[in-house]
């Protein structure tokens, strides 16, 4: 069977993610009306240890900007002190992303 170029794309490196697929994929993500809407996308999308392992991070990473010892975060997500530092790294160093989302939570909550 052919590769496909797009799927040696994705694999190529950190720096070549960025792809027509993937940013379609974003696209996608951003059109979805609601929290319903986002949670039947997830789960179709994604196995349901994909949607552990996501959810994981998301929440070792509020954990660690909250200050958290790496240990203690790992204990209270279930995510591995690897995967931990990992998501700390990309916090603080990566493209921003994580920090973005969880500044707009934080302006979300305070204006509740």
């Known amino acids: 069977m052919a590769e496909r170029s797009h799927e040696t794309t994705i694999t190529q490196g950190a720096g070549d993610w960025r792809t ?4 379609e994929l974003f696209e996608a993500i951003l059109g979805l009306g609601s929290l319903e809407e ?3 996308f997830f789960r179709d999308l994604c196995t349901l ?4 392992a996501m959810t994981h991070r998301w929440h070792a990473a509020r954990l660690v900007d909250e200050g958290l010892p790496y240990h203690e975060v790992s ?3 279930g995510a591995s002190t ?10 603080r160093h990566g493209e ?13 909550s305070a204006g509740s």
């Open 96 to 108: 921003g992303g994580y920090r973005s989302a969880i500044e707009r939570m934080k302006a979300r």
């Open 82 to 91: 690897t995967t931990v530092t990992r998501v700390a790294h990309w916090l």
């Open 75 to 77: 204990r209270r997500t």
């Open 38 to 40: 986002a949670e039947r």
């Open 20 to 23: 027509r697929e993937t940013r």
């Open 49 to 52: 240890a994909e949607l552990e």
